[in-house]
């Protein structure tokens, strides 16, 4: 099993920025792809980074590119996410995840995620 714990979130103006964190226990290695996730209320979950464990890669939305910067340790006991230049658009609910599966394709289906946090509210204020 594995098991993850967002912590980070908060309030902040627009143009703030602030650092999630995602601690994850368990039977890491097994994680091939980590993510993060969002969902605002009454919107549907999307896609907002996403880090490979063998090679490195990251993703991002075209939404948040440019803003945050998704990173991990050497051991992925943990997941970080950097937010700058927030805007209210940004408010939502965030979800670290991770996945057992590979796919050299893939890594914004949150069907593929199996292992989720239980989030942590992010509130961008105008």
């Known amino acids: 099993q594995v098991h993850l714990v967002e912590s980070g979130g908060g309030l902040v103006q627009t143009g703030g920025s602030l650092r999630l964190s995602c601690a994850l226990s368990?039977?890491?290695?097994?994680?091939?792809?980590l993510a993060w996730f969002r969902q605002a209320p009454g919107k549907e979950r999307e896609f907002v980074a996403a880090?490979?464990?063998?090679?490195?890669?990251?993703y991002y939305a075209d939404s948040v590119k440019g803003r945050f910067t998704i990173s991990g340790d050497n051991a992925k006991s943990s997941l970080n996410l950097q937010l700058n230049s927030l805007k209210p658009e940004d408010t939502a609910v965030y979800y670290c995840?991770?996945?057992?599966?590979?796919?050299?394709?893939?890594?914004?289906?949150?069907?593929?995620?199996?292992?989720w946090g239980q989030g942590t509210q992010v509130t961008v204020s105008s």
């Open positions: 368990g039977r890491t290695s097994s994680m091939y792809r």
């Open positions: 880090i490979y464990r063998l090679g490195g890669n990251t």
């Open positions: 995840a991770a996945s057992s599966t590979y796919s050299d394709t893939q890594y914004y289906f949150a069907s593929d995620y199996a292992y």
